[in-house]
């Protein structure tokens, strides 16, 4: 897709709304998403036609994809895959690949501060996480240990990834860098 200021100045704007909900609310809000994802598809069909509107779905599908396995073994929330695939939807698939990268490094980041910030609630973890991979490597089977919720355990608030690691993106696509794919 092409990289044109409007498209860079919106999604902007959608991305900083997204990591401000997500860090107050720990949510990013189905309206915020949907509309983004919706205005994305309008946009890009009335822009270029038909053309536009598959590179708009593809987008968002792609966003979607590379956030579904995290989501689907709880490390990222719903309201995190719906905005990478929003972003999908106005970047594009090849685009925002290159975004989930720097968003993924961004993310780990933030991670490894929140673990060394709170080292007492995360003590013990990694080597609960050590015994349950050595036994399903052991195994075959994978006995993951019981999720229970602890309300003094930080969250990660992955939506501010999303916003760091797409603003990273945006604005080494504008100063003329081409990525790998």
């Known amino acids: 897709m092409e990289a044109n200021s409007f498209v860079y100045v919106l999604l902007s704007i959608i991305l900083t709304i997204a990591a401000f909900f997500d860090f107050y609310n720990q949510r990013i809000p189905n309206k915020l998403t949907f509309t983004a994802i919706l205005a994305a598809m309008l946009y890009y069909g009335y822009a270029h036609g038909i053309h536009g509107l598959i590179l708009s779905l593809t987008g968002l599908a792609v966003g979607i994809a590379v956030l579904f396995l995290p989501y689907i073994m709880g490390g990222t929330g719903a309201g995190d895959v719906k905005l990478m695939g929003a972003v999908g939807s106005w970047l594009g698939a090849k685009a925002v690949f290159s975004a989930f990268l720097l968003t993924a490094l961004f993310g780990g980041i933030y991670a490894l501060l929140i673990i060394l910030l709170n080292q007492k609630i995360f003590k013990g973890y990694f080597t609960k996480a050590f015994h349950t991979m050595l036994a399903f490597l052991l ?43």
């Open 139 to 181: 195994t075959k089977k994978y006995i993951p240990e019981p999720v229970i919720e602890d309300k003094n355990k930080p969250k990660l608030c992955y939506g501010i990834a999303i916003a760091l690691g797409t603003f990273l993106y945006m604005g080494l696509a504008i100063a003329g860098y081409e990525f790998l794919i």
